[in-house]
C-alpha cells in the first residue's frame, strides 16, 4: 500500500521551516502532496496562489506533489485517498491553535494529523513575522528558500 499525506498551509511565502518538515515527511511517506489551501482567517495574502504553488514547484524535486485547493481540507484529502495531515509545531502557541483543527478534520473525515517538532533552528520563523522583517528592510537570509526570500525583498520593494 502507498502510504499518502498532505502538508496543508497557507504558504505565504514558504520558509525554511516548512521546508525542514516536508523533507521530514517525505522520509516518512511513499506520496507527499503539499497543498496551498485557503485559510479564511487571512484573506489577502502577499502572494498569488500561483506565486506560492510556484516557489514550492521550484523548491523542490518532483518526488514532493504540489497542488492547491479552495475548500475544505478534508473534501481534497477523501477525494485523493489520502489519509494522513503533516504539520509542524514550533510551540505551544501552535498546539493551542492547531489541536482544534486536527480534531475538526478527524470528526469530519476520520483524517489524523501527525504533528512533527519543528527544528529548533527554524523555531522561531513563520511566514508572517519573516515578512515583516523584509519589509523594513531587515535581512531575511536563512529564513526562505533562496529564490523565495529575493522574491519576498523584491516585492516589498516595489
Ligand atoms: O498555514 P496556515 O494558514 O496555518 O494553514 C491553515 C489551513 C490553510 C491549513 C486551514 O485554514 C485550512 O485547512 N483551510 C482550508 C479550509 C478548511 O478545511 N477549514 C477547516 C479547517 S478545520
Redesign the pocket.
Known amino acids: 500500500m502507498t502510504t499518502k499525506a498532505v502538508c ?4 505565504d511565502p514558504i520558509t525554511l521551516g516548512h521546508v525542514d518538515i516536508i523533507n521530514r515527511a517525505a522520509v516518512m511517506f511513499d506520496e507527499v502532496t503539499v497543498l496551498v ?6 484573506p489577502s495574502g502577499l502572494f498569488s496562489v500561483e506565486e506560492r504553488v510556484d516557489f514550492i514547484r521550484e523548491t523542490f524535486d518532483s518526488r514532493i506533489k504540489v497542488d492547491w485547493w479552495s ?4 473534501d481534497y484529502t477523501t477525494a485523493h485517498g489520502i489519509d494522513t495531515l503533516v504539520k509542524g509545531l514550533r510551540s505551544s502557541l501552535d498546539y493551542e ?1 492547531e489541536l ?2 486536527a480534531q ?2 478527524r470528526r469530519l473525515s476520520g483524517i489524523d494529523t501527525i504533528f512533527l517538532l519543528t527544528d529548533e533552528k527554524y523555531g522561531y520563523i513563520s511566514s508572517s513575522l519573516c515578512k515583516q522583517v523584509a519589509k523594513f528592510g531587515g535581512d531575511v537570509t536563512g529564513m526562505f528558500p533562496e529564490h523565495v526570500g529575493r522574491a519576498v525583498v523584491e516585492k516589498y520593494a516595489q
Request: glycine share 10%; aromatic share 10%.
Open positions: 496543508p498551509g497557507s504558504f489551501t485557503a485559510n479564511p482567517d487571512k475548500g475544505l481540507l478534508v491553535y482544534p483543527m475538526m478534520n
